[in-house]
Every structure is written in C-alpha cells, then in structure tokens.
C-alpha cells in the first residue's frame, strides 16, 4: 500500500490569505483607510496595528500605510470596528472609489 | 500468562498494553466496567495516562479526536444509545482521519429501552467510515485491541471493536495476556506526521469549496469529494494492510490466521450458517448435532464488517447449495444488513448459493438451540420455499 500524503487525506489550511478561496468577491462593503487619521502613518512608527492583527483573512499589510489586498477582503468590517481612532470607513461597492492612493 | 477474567477487562488489559494515552468516556452499561477497569489502572500508575471524565459520548468523542489531533493515542468505549449519541463526532473522526480506537459492548437501541445484547448499535454505523472489528471470545477481544491501534495508525482510520454486551462483556472466560515486551515490539509508540504543532501552526478539517482551490503555497488541495474519495480508497485497502499485520501479530503471538472470517465444518459443507459475533461460537454446537445426522453444514463468523471482506466470503460461500444469515439486527424496512451485503458480494459469482435470513435475538431475546435447529432444519430440507424477506425466530406473538 502507497502511504496516502496526510494533505490528500483531510483539509487543512495554514495561516495566510486566500485560503478560502476568492473571497474578495463577497466584498459589499469595502473599507478606506483615512491615512491622515491611521496611527502608524501620523506617528511614522509601527505601532497599532489592530486592523492587520484583527483581520480574520490576513489581508491587511503591517506597513506604513497598511494597504488591503482587495483580491481576498471580504467586507467583513472588522478593521474597521476595531480602529482605535476611526480612521477606516466602510463604503458601499457601487461608490465609485477616488480618494484612495 | 493464562487468566479468567470477563470480556470488558479483556478489553481493558488490552487498551493498557497498548499503553493509550489518553482515554475519555462516559459510562453505559454494559461497556461501563471497561472504562472503570481503565480509571482503576491509571489511578494505580500501571497505566500511564490522561483519563478523562465526561459530561457525555459526544463529548468522549471530541476528546479523542483533540487528543488524537494533537498526536495521542486516543481510546473510548461505549454502547447503545451512547453510541448514538456520538455519532456527529464519529464521522468527524473518520473524516479527520484520526486513528482513535474505540470498543463497543453491543447493545440493543432503545426506545424501547433495553439494556441487553443485540448488535443494531454498531450494524446501523456501518456507513460511517470506522473500521468495524468483531470479536467471537475474550482472546480474541484483548488481541483485536491490540490490533485495532496498529490498523487505525497505519491507515489513518478510527477503528471499532465490537462484542457482544453480556455474552461477552460480563462472562468469564480463560484468555493468554501478552506479554508487555512483545506488545510494545509489534506496537509502536504513535508517531504521526501531522498533529496540531505550534511551531507549525495551522487549521485542520477547514471548510472544503465544492472544487479543488490553490492552498496559500499554491498547491492544489483536494475538495470534499477528492477527500471522501480517498478514504474510500484507504478503506478498501485497509483490508490487506489488515491482513500483513494479522500475520505479524500471529509471528509474535501465536494466533491469528483469521482476519476476515472464521469458518467451523464448512470444508465439504452444502450449507452455511453466516452471522456476526459470539453467536458464531454458539451455531457450532448445533452444526455439531446436525452433523451426526449427516447434514454437511457448517458455520462461518464474519469477523470484520467494514471494511466488508467481499472477496474472502465470496471465496467461502459461492458453490455453496444454501447460506443462512443470522442477525441480531435489522436495516428496518428492508432485510437484515448483513444478508443484504452477503447477497450483492455473491451477485457476481457463477455458482449463487440460495440466501435465507433469520432475525434473532433483539433487546437480548434468549437463543435458544432448539429455535437454531429448526430453523436450519427448514432452510437445508427446502431451501428453495424462502422468499427475501427475513424470518422472525423466537417470537412469541
């Protein structure tokens, strides 16, 4: 008997985007970071953070200024709940975006 | 070394040879003084383990697949409705591919409750993907134990092993314990090469896509169904792996030879009585009686259910004139389970025997010889009056 490799056997993921698929097309809601108001880029230090620590899918970046990979955000709005100072704000999909760098 | 001891401490002293690690249950009579043989051994040290008390069978379940996650060896045992009630978790074991090994006293399944033998608890988990191991007598209990560890961890499977509640579990009878040395020598320590590793952190068992999807590397992972289909594959090919390590255990120990199926007078036999468990045992007295009038019967116990050893009862019945099915169990509303099986594994073959069922037993329903004597009497002297449905013996309506 060929021993079966234990990643044919079960599912398993590891920790990183993309490991539920394309998520980014859920997206309703999506989420602008006010990089005036986020702490890191006010501060130039790597400090908070919390919207990369949150983010259930890992697509928040832990640079300055944190960016989104929108292939995989979902539109949870869980960075932006959790933003100590309010700097992310969720806007609908069908919002033409223009402020965003 | 010989000793006298009941079928559940058979149980127990082979779970302890194995040297699980860890063990969670819940009691239900009649597995209960197993798990109370266990807690006394692991209270006294003779047996280094975690053993957990639960709140429920369901809860015993999810710590044996926790513990077996984290790359213990992992053991339960239940009954009945115990069972039952494990069942969500079962299937998260087999589909987590978590080699628990768990041992089920069989018990009829209330409501009406009932407290005695028959076999429907595990005969209706057949589907579930659990390696299904039958015991006949208490040597066979400890030895199918030990087995059962060694089969589960080298095909990823859970594996049961199923005795008879009372007949087996509560009686006494004279058994060879291993000798510690040689168990450890023919079982090695588990050593899995995927377990919840912190340095490596990860998530098992996640949510499958209907396809298969790139990983975060971009490998390809399987779906749902490439997984289903794999266990299929591993089951189906459990049965030789089941066969390698039989042979292994009767090199060191002295007894085997029998994976699949254990026959008694069926060499020159024109008739076969087929049935699961201690009942085997019991039919060869009465094959005894009817071989002195000069009827070439014989009886075969079928020692392993799933995976089904097809091609070994194949081999044994076809070119047979009649085979008799016994159950203490039924797939309500059709026939008995194992008579269905036995019949579609024949279906292929050139020379089909004639198939009959009986239904015996249920709820502990006493068997009496003389209601087996009869009954065979009835299929050997004409065997072609039987329909398909079962027959009832013992009933008194």
Known sequence: MVKRKYCDMISRSKPGPGDGGNTGSWRVMRPIINLEACIPVKTKKNSCFNCWLYCPDCVVSKTIPPTINFEYCKGCGICAEECPVGAISMVTEATPVTEEK | MHIIESGNVAAAIGVKLSRAQVIAAYPITPQTPLTEKLSEFVESGELEAEYIPVESEHSAMAVCIAASSAGARAFTATSANGLLYMVEQLNWAVGARLPVVMCVANRGIGAPWTVWNDQQDTISQRDVGWIQIYANDHQQIIDSVIKAFKLAQTVSVPVMVCYDGYLLSHTYMPFEQPEQKKVDAF?????????????????????????????????????????????????????????????????????????????????????????????????????????????????????????????????????????IVFEKALSYGNQGALYADIKSALYSSEKKPRVHNYILGLGGREIKTQHLLDALAQSCTSPDTFGDSPRWIGLKL
């Open chain 2, 187 to 323: 079982l090695p320590a588990f050593a899995p090469k995927h377990f919840l590793d912190p340095e490596n952190p990860g998530n098992f068992n996640t949510v499958t896509l209907p396809d298969i999807r790139p990983d975060v590397d971009g490998n390809m992972a399987p779906g749902y169904i490439e997984i289903r289909h794999n266990l299929q594959e591993d089951l189906r090919a459990a049965l030789d792996t089941y066969v390698t390590i039989d042979n292994e255990f009767e090199k060191e120990f002295g007894r085997g030879g029998n994976p699949f199926i254990e026959e008694y007078r069926c060499d020159d036999a024109e008739f076969v009585a087929v049935c699961i468990g201690s009942l085997s045992y019991q039919l060869r007295d009465v094959v005894d009686i009817m071989r002195d009038d000069k009827v070439k019967i014989g009886v075969m116990g079928v020692q392993m259910y799933r995976p089904f050893p097809d091609q070994a009862i194949v081999g044994a019945l076809a070119g047979k004139k009649c085979v």
